[in-house]
T-cell receptor, first 114, second 114 residues
Framework: SAVISQKPSRDICQRGTSLTIQCQVD?????MFWYRQQPGQSLTLIAT?????????ESGFVIDKFPISRPNLTFSTLTVSNLSPEDSSIYLC???????????FGNGTRLTVT | DAKTTQPNSMESNEEEPVHLPCNHS???????IHWYRQLPSQGPEYVIH???SNVNNRMASLAIAEDRKSSTLILHRATLRDAAVYYC???????????????FGQGTILTVHP
């Protein structure tokens, strides 16, 4: 299974700033996704990171707030912009090799906004 | 989107079998049934998946009802390390607008007693 490295593992940021999270995979993968997990909640899909084109965002998530890059098949970044305390969550990168293959996750980035 | 229903919580004793149920009455013919678990402070971990037949791997077994409207994840001998949130998820079929995405419900919190 793919090994996913996510950085940073945690951060504390001030209101109004931005945080960029990196996701590096040890092999080329077809699909990469970004999830958010708010305190005590399940996971919510933010967007699908598409290689070489704009990400596909889920309802309730917009590019201006969550810009995503995916320059190649092993790397992606998620930026959480104009931070507010409501953005305090765990952000998780996930990948899958093919349509019906399992999803693999990084250990997440725990963001606290003060 | 097809939804899954799981009990909020279950308890087990160490070294006893655990049967975690999942209802998915609106499953379509091509949906795969995936199970993941999330240990505290970690990203979700793939456990097992199947389509129609029962499946076994080193972690667990998956029993799928003949009509596919329900499934059961079986941990043959629970250990303390199996205490986690277990998610039953349907993989939406390829080709649709939700291609390849997994939608997480609230899951079942499994407590294992020594």
């Amino acid at each position: 299974s793919a090994v996913i490295s996510q950085k940073p593992s945690r951060d504390i940021c001030q209101r109004g700033t931005s945080l960029t999270i990196q996701c590096q995979v040890d092999s080329q993968v077809t699909m990469m996704f970004w999830y958010r997990q708010q305190p005590g909640q399940s996971l919510t899909l933010i967007a699908t990171a598409n290689q070489g084109s704009e990400a596909t965002y889920e309802s309730g998530f917009v590019i201006d707030k969550f810009p995503i890059s995916r320059p190649n098949l092993t790397f992606s970044t998620l930026t959480v912009s104009n931070l507010s305390p409501e953005d305090s969550s765990i952000y998780l990168c996930s990948v899958r090799g093919g349509a019906n293959s399992p999803l693999h996750f990084g250990n997440g980035t725990r963001l606290t906004v003060t | 989107d097809a939804k899954t229903t799981q009990p909020n919580s279950m308890e087990s004793n160490e070294e006893e079998p655990v049967h975690l149920p999942c209802n998915h009455s609106t499953i379509s013919g091509t949906d795969y049934i995936h199970w993941y678990r999330q240990l505290p402070s970690q990203g979700p971990e793939y456990v097992i998946h199947g389509l129609t037949s029962n499946v076994n791997n080193r972690m667990a077994s998956l029993a799928i009802a003949e009509d596919r409207k329900s499934s059961t994840l079986i941990l043959h001998r629970a250990t303390l390390r199996d205490a986690a949130v277990y998610y039953c998820i349907l993989l939406l079929p390829a080709g649709g607008t939700s291609y390849g995405k997994l939608t997480f419900g609230q899951g079942t919190i499994l407590t294992v007693h020594p």
